[in-house]
């Protein structure tokens, strides 16, 4: 059986966009996606994928699983609504920090400085000013330029200048210094405190639960949305128990038997503790539909699709 898992973030109506610049899904959009799935699919949460190979049903329906990251509120407010509308589950990954300390994740510092009345390029040359004026150089072994010409590629989401900036903010720079540029940034581009902008972005914990009273499957996604594959396995554990231990503070006592790497990053030892905790599926950002017909399928790294090619899996171009 192939199963395809779909990856969400941002859902919303487009004039709620931090502005023009923001990369969100258009809540008509979704519902479409919806209405699509309905007729030849049905839904099921993560803690149903184990089961599917050995349920024996004959439902001419296919199953698919949908996904939705970061505990942002647009799932609170405008996922949850149409879920239920549609009679569809999912599951949604909880980074805990953000949710239960009230804490603005660099990830979505990031999204902001990006959606702002500034230019990346002008962006990259006020983190150039201020990685010089905090000897960057020293630590991390490379010149601006040097960083510039290894991470400045472009993808399949980002222009060269958005994937340099996500990536030197988010993952390749010492946390010391990366916190030093982001606060510079946000305090020259950005004209609230970043507090400011956590009440409309994240769920709260009883909105959590609500989700969760709803039949919605609630997965963690670590607690500090850190990438896993760069951090010691002492550190990947402190993560994890933190998190379970916020979900399960909420009713959640099935926290761990479904996860969300914060990123998609991971490594031996990060698999090996979910594993310890109790997890039984894991997802990843790998793009393919999830292969569950083989017997060495690997529960704890599976594929998902990404939003932006739904059109593309529905017409059966996706592999």
């Known amino acids: 059986m192939r199963l395809p898992i779909l990856m969400y973030h941002y859902v919303r109506p487009l004039n709620q966009r931090l502005s023009a610049k923001h990369k969100a899904l258009d809540l008509n959009e979704f519902i479409r996606q919806l209405r699509i799935l309905s007729q030849e699919h049905y839904f099921i949460s993560g803690t149903s994928v184990r089961s599917l190979t050995f349920d024996g049903s004959t439902n001419s329906k296919r199953p698919v699983w949908l996904t939705f990251d970061d505990g942002y509120l647009d799932h609170f407010q405008y996922v949850l609504p149409e879920l239920v509308s549609h009679g569809a589950v999912g599951s949604f990954f909880i980074p805990t920090k953000a949710i239960f300390e009230r804490t603005l994740l660099d990830v979505n510092k990031v999204h902001i400085l990006l959606s702002a009345n500034v230019t990346t390029n002008q962006l990259i040359e006020h983190m150039r000013e201020i990685f010089d004026a905090n000897s960057g150089d020293s630590a991390t072994g490379s010149s601006f330029n040097e960083l510039r010409s290894k991470y400045g590629v472009s993808n399949s ?114 698999k090996s503790l979910v594993s310890d905790f109790g997890c039984e599926v894991a997802v990843s950002v790998k793009s393919a539909i999830a292969d569950l017909r083989s017997k060495d399928v690997d529960w704890l790294e599976l594929p998902r699709i990404d939003t932006k090619d739904f059109d593309k899996f529905i017409n059966g171009e996706f592999d």
């Open 157 to 270: 989401l980002n222009d060269p200048n958005t994937r340099f900036i996500k990536t030197l903010l988010q993952q390749a720079l010492p946390n010391k210094i990366r916190q030093i540029i982001i606060r510079g940034l946000f305090d020259e581009h950005i004209q609230r405190e970043e507090s400011a902008f956590v009440d409309e972005m994240y769920m709260t914990p009883d909105q959590v639960k609500q989700l969760h009273s709803y039949g919605m499957n609630i997965g963690s996604h670590g607690h500090e949305h850190s990438r896993y594959e760069f951090m010691s396995v002492e550190s990947q554990k402190r993560d994890l128990e933190i998190s379970l231990n916020y979900l399960r503070s909420v009713g959640i006592e099935d926290a761990f038997s479904v996860m969300c790497y914060p990123h998609g990053s991971f490594n031996r030892s990060a």
